[in-house]
């Protein structure tokens, strides 16, 4: 196939998709671009399908290449290694997207690779990424019902932007990245300071506009390919003994399901399963969690019952709890129903940051938060491995929704790391995580500006009828249509993560949500304030102290001294981590006040202006026949005569001072060139 291209300028910028050039083994490939930034992206499946799988098996990697920015990978081995942070998250949201669009019972192993083979900081690579997937999807012969499309939409200065530019976005007051059908969004990621729920719906419906320009640009492409596809049987159903279960066992069905807590309810429904099933020769497993998917739905879009006695808006139980355990910075434990979320909260100082390399170039993180998924917090036994994508994603969407409130480095000179361990998982134990984060920042004293609490969102839709779900079960999210998890503080939202499952859902649905997320956000901070409404007033007393100095930039050579020799010396003397900016900014972190105090006041005398008239201590470091050489600090000496030494008249230096003596002087006079001449005999009483 010879190579196909089309282009068309897009919010003012160059969208273009070529294939039949670069990677033509591929069931599709594309290379997508807007300016010079340019993503391969390739979609390949296997033949046949993998039998007995209750999923679909997709995967896909977004692989950045260091040459894409005209950069050499750092390291021993010079070469890209382990997937970063930004690779994994940027892989799961294409993932995302696209997984909703495959038909049922499509079960051939397929991998989407999006490979960065340029990058400019004006146009950032995820969108176009997902883009490229779509379209290379759509031109292959894999049965995916596309093609869709994406944009980043941001609020900057009171004005929303299409794919903005990576400095924008990080001063924008919204920032959503948006990916949809012509005729509906399907999901949307992003985060915002405190954005109000109607600029959300605003930046939507603006995002739906654009996308309907970026599909058509793809039908372009996928027209003049006419690609054919591989046809997918729809499972078929055994309505007989569907039926049949119905007949015979529904209402011990549906007092299964209506057992409140989960492990009781799973174990009644396993057990129910394994007595349906003796008296049938086929396997029943599918039908009967269908059966079982269906009567929760019902129960839920006919009479607001959900399966734990709940109506649509109520939110479960939650407690909190805080200041656990001592040594631990801030601590919090909260509960909300059978989610359970152990967060605690360290403090360190600028040597603690994070520093990232990426292809935008190094920089480093002051505020993290990591999440952690024991097996134990859902009943399983299983290994403890690295966190996965999915650790990863719900750890990334927490930090998102607390940084909103995180003070600035001005203010608050630390570096903070927030730790989420899952004990109990039966609903978002991400919102969770947002929660607790937020209850053990206040309780290590971090000046956050708001309190922050986390709603995760279920939807039921059929026809013309929907319920909105509040507060979501494991369970409900397994069986709903949309699974929307929104953050934020009392004033507005911090982050927002959406998930569509259906075809389509239209803004009045969107709009609902929103509002009622809101109110349950609103439920959960109240419980929260009720147990700590601002952060202490002191940080624990286990947690390092801080003293911040602005010395002449000009200083700092005489701080550090030759071959860090003066630095050292305080550093060993008293234990402390000291990090030097080079705007002449002293940061001094110790465990104590004392510590801390004796630091200070090394620091001070290393980088002191010396004035004639000033009365310090210095030690005799040499002795010489006409006087002795005397320290003031390290690195600065000066002369005391011998016929300053004593008001009298002594021989020799000896007589009275020795090496390492420490006395008394007072400065006579200074140089040009910065010698001094001090007395010591000035400063003694006259017999």
Not at 134 to 146: C, E, R, T
Not at 362 to 367: C, G, I, L, N, P
Request: glycine share 6%; net charge negative.
């Amino acid at each position: 196939m010879s190579k196909i291209e089309v282009s068309k300028e897009i919010t003012n910028k160059l969208y273009s998709f070529e294939t039949g050039e670069y990677a033509k083994q591929a069931n599709g490939s594309v290379v997508a671009r807007c300016g010079d930034t340019a993503v391969l992206v390739t979609a390949v499946c296997d033949d046949s399908a993998k039998e007995d799988l209750d999923f679909f098996p997709l995967t896909v990697n977004y692989v950045e290449k260091a040459f894409a920015a005209g950069k050499i990978p750092g390291g021993f081995y010079k070469r890209e290694g382990k997937s970063s942070d930004y690779e994994t998250l940027t892989s799961r949201l294409i993932d995302r997207a696209l997984r909703p669009r495959f038909p049922e019972g499509f079960k051939n192993e397929t991998q989407i690779i999006a490979t960065v083979l340029a990058l400019e900081s004006e146009n950032m690579a995820d969108v176009i990424a997902l883009n490229g997937a779509s379209l290379a999807l759509s031109i292959s012969n894999i049965p995916f019902q596309g093609p869709i499309g994406a944009v980043r939409v941001a609020l900057h200065e009171g004005v929303f932007i299409l794919n903005p530019a990576s400095s924008i976005v990080e001063e924008a007051v919204l920032n959503l990245l948006i990916a949809g059908t012509s005729e509906a969004i399907i999901m949307a990621e992003g985060e915002a300071k405190e954005a109000d729920e109607s600029q959300v719906i605003e930046a939507l419906k603006i995002a739906q506009q654009h996308i309907a320009e970026i599909i058509e640009l793809q039908k372009n492409l996928i027209e003049r390919i006419n690609p054919v596809k591989i046809e997918v049987e729809e499972p078929e159903t055994d309505s007989k003994t569907l039926e049949d279960i119905k007949n015979k066992y529904l209402a011990e069905i549906d007092s299964a399901i209506f057992i409140k807590e989960k492990l009781p309810r799973k174990k009644a429904l396993k057990n129910l399963r394994k007595t349906i099933q003796e008296n049938y020769e086929t396997d029943i497993s599918g039908l009967f969690n269908e059966i079982v998917d269906q009567r929760i739905r019902n129960f839920i879009l006919n009479e607001g019952k959900r399966i734990d006695g709940r109506t649509p808006t109520d939110i479960r139980d939650i407690t909190c709890k805080i200041g656990l355990f001592n040594r631990i910075h801030g601590s919090a434990l909260f509960t909300r129903g059978e989610t359970q979320a152990f967060v605690t909260t360290t403090l360190g100082s600028g040597s603690d940051e994070q520093i990232v390399d990426s292809l935008t170039g190094e920089e480093s993180k002051r505020f993290m938060l990591h999440y952690n998924f024991p097996p134990y917090s859902v009943g399983e036994v299983s290994f403890l491995r690295a966190p996965g994508r999915r650790e990863i994603g719900h750890g990334h969407l927490a930090e998102k929704a607390l940084s909103a409130v995180i003070p600035s480095e001005e203010d608050f000179p630390y570096t903070i790391r927030i730790v989420s361990e899952v004990l109990e998982s039966n609903g978002s134990s991400s919102m969770a995580t947002v929660c607790g984060g937020s209850l053990s920042l206040m309780d290590a004293g971090v000046p956050v500006k708001s309190p922050v609490a986390g709603i995760a969102m279920g939807l039921i839709a059929e026809n013309d009828k929907f319920v909105i779900l509040s507060d979501i079960l494991g369970d409900e999210d397994h069986l709903g249509d949309m699974d929307f998890k929104v953050a934020g503080t009392e004033k507005g939202i911090t982050a927002i993560q959406m998930d569509i499952k259906i075809s389509e859902i239209n803004f009045e649905i969107m709009e609902k949500a929103l509002t009622q997320a809101r109110d349950g956000r609103i439920h959960i901070l109240s419980k929260m304030n009720s147990v700590i409404s601002a952060p202490r007033e002191e940080l624990s007393p286990f947690a390092p102290r801080l003293f911040t100095v602005k010395i002449n930039p000009d200083k700092i050579r005489d701080l550090i001294g030759p071959s860090g020799k003066h630095i050292k010396k305080i550093v060993d003397e008293t234990g402390a981590k000291i990090d030097i900016e080079q705007d002449g900014y002293v940061k001094v972190f110790a465990v104590d006040a004392e510590t801390l105090e004796k630091a200070k006041n090394m620091i001070e005398s290393a980088v002191k202006d010396f004035n004639i008239g000033d009365v310090c201590k210095a030690k005799v470091v040499k002795i010489l026949d006409f006087g002795a050489i005397v320290e003031l600090r390290p690195g600065t000496t000066a002369l005391l005569h011998i016929s300053e030494i004593e008001n009298r008249r002594i021989k020799q230096v000896t007589d009275v001072l020795n090496i390492g003596d420490e006395v008394e002087i007072k400065i006579l006079s200074k140089e040009r060139d910065g010698k001094m001449r001090v007395s010591r005999k000035i400063l003694l009483k006259r017999d």
